[in-house]
């Protein structure tokens, strides 16, 4: 063998392991699954989809939820760091506190059925009963997120972005119960002592319905 043919070979060769490494550098960034892919199932004469990956798409399903229920959380401690028993009264004082306990309590129960419903229906497609239950408690979740809404803009003034195109909540990494630090809006408290109580009362209702709905929470195994 020439030198001139060992020096192509090692040449050839070096060029391929190169195209190997770079091939193999580059195939996780172009071929990075979405967290939202779904794939067909068939379910007797009825096509069906679930996502291939259920616990990384979770998330962004509950994102909103998680969102509103950090910002009401956010918004009982600024209540009790920031207003005075002379200004509310000591019986609204200490309903805070007990707002802000049940609330989080209320946010493991539910939050926990919902990931656990979510895995559940998308790993059995198929199962209709399974999967009204559901979309039951999506139903659930959207009367929560309208309910906590509608307390904090009571007493809220939320501040908007500069920039439109910058969204107000980052994506969380878990269920409500497990989720990494979800990113608030800005705003301010109206310092309106009848409004804050109202805003108590309304969200001590809210939490008594949740209260009943959880207690007849049903997890599939």
Not at 60 to 73: D, P
Not at 131 to 144: C, G, I
Not at 173 to 186: E, H, I
């Amino acid at each position: 063998m020439t030198p001139a043919t060992t020096k192509t070979i090692i040449i050839s060769a070096t060029i391929i392991i190169v195209a190997i490494i770079i091939y193999f550098l580059v195939r996780p960034i172009n071929n990075h699954p979405r967290m939202d892919e779904q794939e067909p199932v068939t379910c007797g004469n009825k096509t069906v989809y679930r996502y291939k990956y259920p616990s990384e798409f979770f998330p962004l399903f509950a994102q909103e939820y998680n969102t509103q229920v950090s910002l009401t959380t956010d918004l009982l401690k600024r209540f009790s760091d920031s207003l005075g028993t002379d200004q509310i009264g000591v019986d609204a004082k200490n309903e805070i506190v007990e707002l802000q306990e049940k609330l989080n309590q209320d946010n493991i129960t539910f939050s926990t059925a919902l990931r656990t419903y979510f895995i559940n229906s998308n790993s059995d497609p198929c199962n209709d009963t399974l999967r009204q239950k559901f979309l039951a408690f999506t139903d659930e979740m959207a009367r929560r997120v309208l309910d906590l809404k509608n307390t904090t803009s009571l007493v809220t003034q939320i501040e908007k972005p500069a920039d439109s195109t910058k969204t107000a909540t980052t994506p969380s990494t878990g269920s409500a119960s497990d989720t990494g630090k979800v990113k608030l809006p800005k705003y301010a408290i109206i310092k309106d002592t009848a409004r804050i109580k109202t805003s108590i009362n309304k969200l001590s209702q809210v939490l008594k319905t949740n209260n009943n709905f959880n207690r007849r929470i049903k997890v599939a195994p």
